[in-house]
């Protein structure tokens, strides 16, 4: 049954082709809701379409590959309207739970639409989903579909993740440099940026922010610091953290190839909270999610008797 999450998905197949009919492109963008989202299912009554958040993500990343920017744009604002202030994930629906796979596709489209504050907010919380060096070597880089838990839904989650954290629209992913081996995931222990000038527990791996910062001052993504201090919360999961403040109204400018993030996060390598998807920044974690999916192939396999 055609539905409009697949008919995006045809919009962009062809679109790669380079020989996009028009009316692929004019049916998808009739069918948006009067809110701005786009439906599952397409209805002939307009007062029975309701706005889904997933097919939303993919209808505006076609309609931005096909050129349709201007079709494309009630649809990116609907999206930023569902995205939860706590947290910045999005679910399904309104009454929904975030999860990683309505979040990945948001983000996608947000990124592609040039929504980049939207897109930075829910690839953090992409991030604080991916299983961490706490956890079994097998599992690390996973991203939870909920929560960081390499369950059985982690497979399907992380490989809808990965190109959300890439930073990367379906209409723009390629295998121009591809390769079939992937970097191991690094669990060192060096205190990432931001940790105080104390001790390397401090305001580092156990009193850091989300991604690792110092103390009670604020670091996201390992990046600017803009208030330090010596014990209390940083953004979101930090513990407190005693000894020597951190310096207020600090940047880094070099990531860090290292270190773990709070309660084992992966951590950040180096990227700001206005350039979360620096390449620098988004290896780790593309690296880690990467590493899962070919660890569990791998582990799949069975020899022929």
């Known amino acids: ?85 706590n947290g910045g994930g999005f679910g399904y629906n309104a009454a929904s739970a975030p999860n990683s796979n309505s979040t990945a596709l948001a983000v996608q489209a947000l990124r592609a639409g040039g929504r980049d504050e939207a897109a930075d907010k829910g690839w953090l919380w992409l991030y604080s989903v991916q299983v961490g060096c706490g956890r079994a070597a097998v599992d690390r880089g996973a991203v939870g579909y909920l929560e960081p838990v390499a369950n059985g839904m982690a497979l399907r989650s992380t490989a809808q993740a990965m190109p959300a954290l890439a930073g990367v629209a379906l209409g723009d992913i390629d295998g121009a440099e591809a390769t079939p081996d992937v970097e191991p ?42 208030t330090g201090g010596g014990g209390g919360d940083a953004t979101t999961t930090g513990g407190e953290a005693s000894g020597s403040p951190a310096s207020s109204t600090s940047s880094t400018s070099s990531p860090s190839t290292g270190g773990l993030g709070p ?21 780790l974690l593309f690296t880690g999610a990467a590493t899962y999916l070919l660890a569990r192939h791998r582990g799949n396999r069975h020899p022929v008797s």
């Open 1 to 85: 049954m055609s539905n409009q999450f697949t008919q995006s998905l045809a919009v962009l197949a062809l679109d790669r082709t380079g020989e996009l009919p028009d009316s692929a492109v004019d049916f998808l963008a009739s069918t948006r809701c009067a809110d701005g989202g786009f439906p599952l299912s397409p209805r002939r009554d307009p007062s029975r379409c309701t706005s889904d958040t997933d097919t939303t993500g993919m209808a505006v990343q076609a309609l931005l590959a096909a050129d349709r920017a201007a079709d494309a744009e009630p649809g990116l604002d609907w999206l930023e309207g569902q995205q939860r202030e």
């Open 185 to 226: 995931i690094d669990c060192s222990t060096d205190p990432p940026p931001g940790a105080t000038t104390g001790d390397t527990t401090e305001g580092g791996v156990e009193g850091g922010g989300v991604v690792g910062g110092g103390g009670e001052g604020q670091v996201v993504q390992g990046g600017t610091t803009t």
């Open 263 to 283: 309660e084992g996060h992966l951590a950040s390598t180096g990227s700001s909270a206005t350039e979360p998807l620096a390449w620098a920044a988004i290896g």
